[in-house]
Protein backbone atom coordinates (compact mmCIF):
# COMPACT_ATOMS: atom_id res chain seq x y z
CA UNK A 1 0.00 0.00 0.00
CA UNK A 2 1.17 3.53 -0.82
CA UNK A 3 0.07 6.13 1.28
CA UNK A 4 -1.57 9.35 0.89
CA UNK A 5 1.16 11.14 2.25
CA UNK A 6 3.91 8.96 0.39
CA UNK A 7 2.14 10.27 -2.77
CA UNK A 8 2.78 14.07 -1.79
CA UNK A 9 6.47 13.39 -0.85
CA UNK A 10 6.59 11.58 -4.50
CA UNK A 11 5.54 14.35 -6.18
CA UNK A 12 7.19 17.08 -4.78
CA UNK A 13 10.40 15.12 -5.43
CA UNK A 14 9.75 15.20 -8.95
CA UNK A 15 8.42 18.91 -9.22
CA UNK A 16 11.80 19.04 -7.75
CA UNK A 17 14.08 17.37 -9.70
CA UNK A 18 12.14 18.02 -12.77
CA UNK A 19 12.91 21.74 -12.17
CA UNK A 20 16.58 20.57 -11.93
CA UNK A 21 16.82 19.06 -15.10
CA UNK A 22 15.37 22.42 -16.44
CA UNK A 23 17.89 24.05 -14.94
CA UNK A 24 20.78 22.22 -16.17
CA UNK A 25 19.49 21.08 -19.02
CA UNK A 26 21.31 23.27 -21.73
CA UNK A 27 24.86 22.97 -20.39
CA UNK A 28 24.80 19.12 -17.85
CA UNK A 29 22.00 17.46 -20.04
CA UNK A 30 23.09 13.91 -19.04
CA UNK A 31 23.17 15.07 -15.49
CA UNK A 32 19.67 16.59 -16.57
CA UNK A 33 18.53 13.31 -17.91
CA UNK A 34 19.41 11.28 -14.86
CA UNK A 35 17.58 13.67 -12.97
CA UNK A 36 14.39 12.50 -15.15
CA UNK A 37 15.05 8.82 -15.19
CA UNK A 38 15.01 9.21 -11.46
CA UNK A 39 11.93 11.34 -11.10
CA UNK A 40 10.46 8.80 -13.55
CA UNK A 41 11.18 5.99 -11.20
CA UNK A 42 10.65 7.97 -8.10
CA UNK A 43 6.58 7.93 -9.78
CA UNK A 44 6.52 4.23 -10.68
CA UNK A 45 7.84 3.56 -6.98
CA UNK A 46 5.02 6.15 -5.35
CA UNK A 47 2.53 5.13 -8.09
CA UNK A 48 1.69 8.54 -9.22
CA UNK A 49 1.39 9.95 -12.05
CA UNK A 50 4.28 11.99 -13.39
CA UNK A 51 2.55 15.74 -13.59
CA UNK A 52 1.07 16.52 -17.09
CA UNK A 53 2.94 19.52 -17.60
CA UNK A 54 6.18 17.63 -17.53
CA UNK A 55 5.04 14.66 -19.29
CA UNK A 56 5.88 15.44 -22.99
CA UNK A 57 9.06 17.96 -21.44
CA UNK A 58 11.30 14.62 -22.16
CA UNK A 59 11.77 11.46 -24.29
CA UNK A 60 9.87 8.42 -22.57
CA UNK A 61 12.67 6.15 -23.81
CA UNK A 62 15.51 7.02 -22.68
CA UNK A 63 14.56 10.34 -20.65
CA UNK A 64 16.50 13.25 -22.43
CA UNK A 65 14.58 16.21 -21.58
CA UNK A 66 13.90 18.49 -24.47
CA UNK A 67 15.04 21.59 -22.82
CA UNK A 68 18.26 20.66 -24.03
CA UNK A 69 19.03 22.65 -27.24
CA UNK A 70 18.77 20.30 -30.24
CA UNK A 71 17.21 17.28 -28.69
CA UNK A 72 14.64 16.35 -30.91
CA UNK A 73 12.48 18.02 -34.04
CA UNK A 74 9.00 18.78 -33.86
CA UNK A 75 6.80 18.66 -36.82
CA UNK A 76 3.16 19.15 -37.54
CA UNK A 77 1.70 16.33 -39.85
CA UNK A 78 -2.21 17.23 -41.23
CA UNK A 79 -3.05 14.13 -42.77
CA UNK A 80 -6.27 12.39 -41.80
CA UNK A 81 -6.01 13.90 -38.39
CA UNK A 82 -3.57 16.84 -37.29
CA UNK A 83 -0.24 15.31 -34.38
CA UNK A 84 2.63 16.73 -33.99
CA UNK A 85 5.43 14.38 -33.97
CA UNK A 86 8.33 15.03 -31.59
CA UNK A 87 11.29 13.09 -32.55
CA UNK A 88 13.87 12.50 -29.89
CA UNK A 89 17.30 12.90 -31.50
CA UNK A 90 19.27 10.87 -28.87
CA UNK A 91 17.32 6.91 -29.27
CA UNK A 92 14.70 7.65 -32.06
CA UNK A 93 11.74 7.61 -30.02
CA UNK A 94 9.04 8.90 -31.77
CA UNK A 95 5.94 10.43 -30.17
CA UNK A 96 2.95 11.98 -31.58
CA UNK A 97 0.52 14.10 -29.88
CA UNK A 98 -3.00 14.50 -31.05
CA UNK A 99 -3.89 17.97 -31.94
CA UNK A 100 -8.11 18.31 -31.26
CA UNK A 101 -8.97 21.65 -33.19
CA UNK A 102 -10.51 23.07 -30.23
CA UNK A 103 -14.48 24.74 -30.81
CA UNK A 104 -15.21 27.67 -29.09
CA UNK A 105 -14.49 27.09 -25.70
CA UNK A 106 -14.95 28.70 -22.27
CA UNK A 107 -11.52 28.13 -21.28
CA UNK A 108 -10.17 31.24 -19.22
CA UNK A 109 -7.85 32.97 -20.94
CA UNK A 110 -4.54 33.89 -19.04
ZN1 LIG B 1 15.05 9.42 -26.47
Same mark, same amino acid.
Given at each position: ?? +?? &???? %?????????????????? &??????? &????????????????????????????????????? +?????? #?? #?? +????????????? %?? #???????????????
Amino acid at each position: MV +SR &ELKK %IALDRIDRLMDFAKKHAT &ERPEIAR &EAIILAVRIAQKARVRIPRKYKRMFCRKCGTPFWTPN +SFTVRV #RD #RR +STHIVIKCLKCGY %IK #RIPVKKKPKTHEPHN
